[in-house]
């Protein structure tokens, strides 16, 4: 489950995203109360269901007309709410599984778009939900313009371990194509989980599959260096040096800091590296 949003507005992660393994999803939007997005969860965790929580929530609220808020459970269900006093444009749409819904847009045409984006689109519900920002974006976006954007997302089903269910939480604060910027986050957070994964791997002694993360990690973000060099790290490992060199070259190059790493890997239980494996390594990129 998730959430994502784009504004013209500072730091919109912090107001609009709501969301809970094991309970749902809320965004609260507009003259945003930000009090909807915990307390709407917590209606819902106590077993309201969405249209249940937005009611009472709505009923309580003064300003209710000015808000907008969309909130999902665990079982698909939806509820949305734009207040008849919603900056126009303004409205959304409630389809199976998802809400869309924008406020203070150029045209009405936006999201309609973003509804239709999301019903074509595969893949990580990350991937769907950028192609749904950048579809609003394409039809007109907010007519105030652009500045900041954050998605986040979480586990269905609870692990019992909370710190490993939510998935992804990025946020551009201030950015002149916020949109741009958090696909790239998106781009750079998955390669930083798979270098974990193998991370993981490499410690329990799975080098063949740790190598094969480390290399897409690496292909993915090619422009962050330390890919480079932890997937030389598992291939000196495995004793392949001619593999490794090339990649170590390219790390110290970025940041000759990466040859004091290397060096201090032998200290260390967390990796089957010899001082000997390193000597060879370091020598081989010399020549």
Known sequence: MGVAVQSHYFSVGGTVPWAESGVGAVA??????????????????????????????????????????????????????????CIPEAGHIVGRGFSVQANLMRNRRIWPAMAKAFKKS?????????????????????????QSAAMLVVNVKPSGKPWMDRVL???????PAPLKELRRLIRIHEAYRKSDTAENLLARGKLAKARQLYAEASDQAPEIEEMKFWQAVSLLGSNRVEEAAPLFREAFEVNGDWRQVLRSLPRTSAFSITSAQVRRALRKIRT
């Open 28 to 85: 609260t939007q507009s003259l945003v109360d930000v009090s909807y997005g915990p307390l709407g969860l917590a209606l819902m965790k106590a077993g309201k269901t969405p249209q249940q929580a937005m009611r009472a929530l709505t009923a309580a609220d003064p300003g209710a007309e000015t808000r907008q808020v969309a909130m999902l459970d665990i079982n698909g269900n939806v509820a949305a709410h734009t207040g008849k006093d």
């Open 122 to 146: 595969k893949g990580p519900l990350a991937h769907r939900m950028m192609a749904v920002l950048e579809a609003a974006e394409e039809a007109g976006g907010d007519i105030r313009g652009k």
């Open 169 to 175: 939480e990025l946020r551009v604060e201030d950015n």
